[in-house]
């Protein structure tokens, strides 16, 4: 079980795009070593993500029973990889047990604006804002996504998604705390 992780940190030197075959071996290996390796089975997720929605929320649940830092990063990874639509599943699911999470819900609100759904990030940012006003990065995305997206007649938003930024890649020191308990 010890020797799992090497497999994820092995992982880490290929590129995703070119190399899926390659990780997807190394991602088997290390889980046969340790299936519950949350950083092993979100590299497997990225890489072959269950077509079925229940298969896929379960998977999730499954990552995020183990580490929320790594649910996290599974949903960095699909809004990286545009695939905004699972990015916003795996926040939701996120969401659904840390209702206080600053952070995800920020993640939630930028795979949004980048999904093309601005009233619900909006929202998300706005929830994002009452849990923690002084989030830095979290203050930095809204200003951009106001300045996209100004206010029109009647208080509808703007609907140009491009120039989107990136997801929080790691938790802030609150949420920390958080996921050690996990």
Do not use: C
């Amino acid at each position: 079980k010890e020797q799992a992780g090497i497999f994820h940190e092995i992982g880490r030197l290929f590129d995703r795009a070119s190399q899926q075959d390659l990780l997807r071996g190394l991602a088997e290996v290390g889980l046969a070593l340790d299936p519950d390796r949350p950083e092993l089975l979100v590299n497997k997720l990225a890489i072959d993500p269950p077509q079925d929605p229940a298969a896929f929320t379960s998977a999730i649940d499954r990552v995020l029973g183990l580490s929320k830092k790594e649910a996290n990063r599974l949903g960095v990874t699909f809004f990286k990889g545009a695939s905004f639509e699972r990015a916003v599943q795996v926040f939701h699911r996120i969401l659904a047990i840390h209702r206080e999470a600053a952070t995800a819900w920020n993640n939630l609100a930028v795979a949004y604006e980048a999904w093309g759904k601005l009233a619900d990030a909006e929202k998300a940012f706005q929830k994002s804002l009452s849990i923690d006003p002084v989030n830095a990065e979290t203050r930095k995305s809204y200003e951009a996504f106001q300045q996209k997206h100004a206010k029109r007649d009647g208080g509808e938003t703007g609907t140009e998604a491009q120039g989107t930024a990136a997801p929080e890649p790691a938790p802030n020191a609150e949420e920390t705390k958080e996921t050690e308990a996990n």
